[in-house]
Structure formats: C-alpha cells, structure tokens
C-alpha cells in the first residue's frame, strides 16, 4: 500500500502532466508520465527524449518542413509559492531538427 505523500506525489505528477500535455501536446508527440520528473519542493519539472511533431513549427511560417525533431531535454523551474506573481524559466537543451524545403509554405520576403 502506497501512503498518503506518494499518493499526493503521483496525483501532482498525474496534474502536471495533464497541463504540460494541453500546453506542448501540439508541439511534441511523446508527451507520458513515465518522462516526467518533478522535484515537488523545488519546483522543477524535466522532461527527456520529447519527439517534436511534424507541425511544431508550423505557425512560425517558415519556408521549411520538419520532417523529423528531437529535444533532449525540457526543463520548467516554477515558484510554487510566487506562481502568479514570478516568471515560469524554460530551458531547453539539444534541439535536433531535420528540415527540407517547404513547398507549401508561402514565403513574403518583407516578413
């Protein structure tokens, strides 16, 4: 039997995870609990080996396709005490993209 703090733990991580999955979902494909790390009390959250998805790019409008991408690493600090009032830091680390021309992708010089 689990006790109450490794309940709340898994509940929180369960949480988190919800959340990161609405705000990167359209970004990143492999988004699951099991890559999640959190250190409750000090407020970092880690995600590993996140699979970006073909259209993670796609509103930047750039003149390429993804056709493969990668992160190493995802990592938010939060201030659990200061959530509303301080910054969320995200730190990204080893972006591997593999682009090739975009062929539907309109491209304005000007912009």
């Given at each position: 039997?689990?006790?109450?703090?490794q309940r709340r733990t898994t509940m929180f991580e369960g949480l988190v995870a919800w959340?990161?999955?609405?705000?990167?979902?359209a970004y990143v494909e492999n988004l699951d609990k099991?890559?999640?790390?959190?250190?409750l009390y000090q407020g970092n959250v880690v995600l590993t080996d996140l699979v970006l998805?073909?259209?993670a790019l796609d509103e930047l409008q750039l003149p390429v396709a993804v056709k493969w991408g990668k992160l190493g690493s995802l990592q938010l600090?939060?201030?659990?005490?200061h959530l509303l009032t301080k910054p969320i830091s995200v730190?990204?680390?080893?972006?591997?993209?593999l682009a090739v021309p975009g062929t539907d992708v309109?491209?304005?010089?000007?912009e």
């Amino acid at each position: 039997a689990s006790s109450p703090g490794q309940r709340r733990t898994t509940m929180f991580e369960g949480l988190v995870a919800w959340v990161l999955e609405r705000y990167l979902g359209a970004y990143v494909e492999n988004l699951d609990k099991s890559k999640l790390k959190i250190s409750l009390y000090q407020g970092n959250v880690v995600l590993t080996d996140l699979v970006l998805r073909a259209s993670a790019l796609d509103e930047l409008q750039l003149p390429v396709a993804v056709k493969w991408g990668k992160l190493g690493s995802l990592q938010l600090t939060v201030s659990w005490k200061h959530l509303l009032t301080k910054p969320i830091s995200v730190k990204v680390d080893e972006v591997y993209l593999l682009a090739v021309p975009g062929t539907d992708v309109p491209y304005d010089r000007v912009e």
